[in-house]
């Protein structure tokens, strides 16, 4: 297992990242297996947990706190992210003050530790000055209670604009970015990751797997699994759609190139993000110890130059098969419903 710094924090990291929004009702109900699923991958050389207070409604964020009691504490980077609704009362999410004020003394009791590493946004609140946000990040690290601070899915022209009020305002700054990233959603490479490394920013990039389209589930001439993704998600699965077409046709290119060099699909995806040289480290988000096996093998294998030229003839740099679908890291201004004509 590689590590890497993140940012400019002085804070290292695996170059894979366990993800835990599979741990919990959304995902795996059962505690026991979830905890032993977090220290296989501890075992493995893993020393970040991403998690967030939203998931599974904060069971995610206990499970990882009782996985790591006893000890493991210190030895592991733990982020975890504010800011997605919880319910449809008023001020029960976004960025304010008052919310993440409240919100980290909760998951700080539901991890049951005394700091977070690494503190982020889950999305940019439009509802909110980004100096308020800043500022009340700014403050929970002076008061030790996070370690550093950062934001999930923000398309280039927003982490400039935080990077300019932190200056202008003398205020802590966003270290880290957490965009997705996949060989089928690739326009990140464009801008947002040209943008965190001009700022010396760590990125954690997820869904490396495409919520599964690059897992061998989703192929050509075979009936889609039934998992509750495609139902909540249905544009990303509906295979009658010409986009989804395109990405059937890339998988199937895809999964022939793993094969020719000895690889599964798994190992060539996700060793294909982190090969990315603005890449921190890679999300990887396990449901079962199965899922976790598969996945962790892509830390050792090394993707040479003509298997990259390959993926890229596949998809090609900077390209998402189906943008509406699955770029959540875009700007909203020009999509039709937004636009001026």
């Known amino acids: 297992m590689e590590y890497r710094p993140l940012g400019c924090t002085g ?43 939203v998931y599974s409604f904060g069971e995610s964020e206990e499970i990882v706190g009782k996985a790591l ?8 980077v733990l982020a975890t992210k504010v800011g997605l609704p919880w319910d449809d009362r008023p001020g029960h999410g976004g960025a304010s003050r008052r919310w993440i004020m409240r919100s980290v003394e ?9 700091w977070i590493d690494l503190y982020q946004i889950h999305r940019l609140d439009p509802a909110t000055d980004l100096e ?13 209670k996070i370690r550093a601070f950062g934001a999930s899915t923000v398309p280039a022209s927003g982490i400039v604009e935080a990077q300019w009020v932190a200056e202008r305002r003398g205020l802590g700054r966003f270290r880290t970015e957490q965009p ?34 690059l897992t061998g589930r989703y192929r050509a001439g075979m009936q889609a699994p039934d998992s509750g993704r495609a139902h909540i998600f249905p544009g990303r699965f509906d295979p009658s759609l010409p986009a989804n077409r395109r990405k059937l046709d890339a998988v199937e290119a895809l999964a022939v190139l793993a094969e020719e060099n000895g690889l599964s699909l798994i190992e060539m995806a996700i060793a294909f993000v982190i090969r990315h ?7 990887i988000g396990p449901r079962t110890m199965e899922h976790l096996e598969s996945q962790l093998a892509a830390a050792d294998v090394t993707l040479s130059t003509e298997v990259l030229d390959r993926i890229d003839e596949i998809v090609p740099p900077g390209v998402t098969l189906n ?7 875009h700007s909203t201004a020009l999509e039709a419903a937004n636009r001026r004509r």
Do not use: K
Not at 69 to 76: C, I, M, P, Q, T
Not at 277 to 283: F, G, Q, Y
């Open 106 to 114: 909760a998951s700080l009791r539901r991890l049951g530790t005394d």
């Open 323 to 329: 943008p509406e679908a699955d770029n959540m890291s």
């Open 69 to 76: 009691a006893g000890g493991l504490r210190d030895d592991v």
């Open 277 to 283: 040289p603005a890449v921190t480290s890679s999300i």
């Open 132 to 144: 308020e946000t800043l500022g009340a990040l700014t403050d929970l690290r002076a008061q030790g």
């Open 180 to 213: 997705p990233y996949n060989i089928l959603t690739r326009e990140v490479e464009s801008d947002v990751l040209p943008t965190a490394q001009r700022y010396g920013m760590g990125v954690l990039t997820y869904s490396p797997l495409a919520m599964g389209w």
């Open 11 to 53: 804070i290292s990291v695996s170059e894979l990242c366990l993800g835990a929004m599979m741990f919990g009702a959304a995902g795996n109900p059962d505690h026991d297996e979830s905890i032993r699923i977090i220290h296989r991958a501890l075992d493995a050389g893993i020393n970040l947990i991403d998690t967030a207070d």
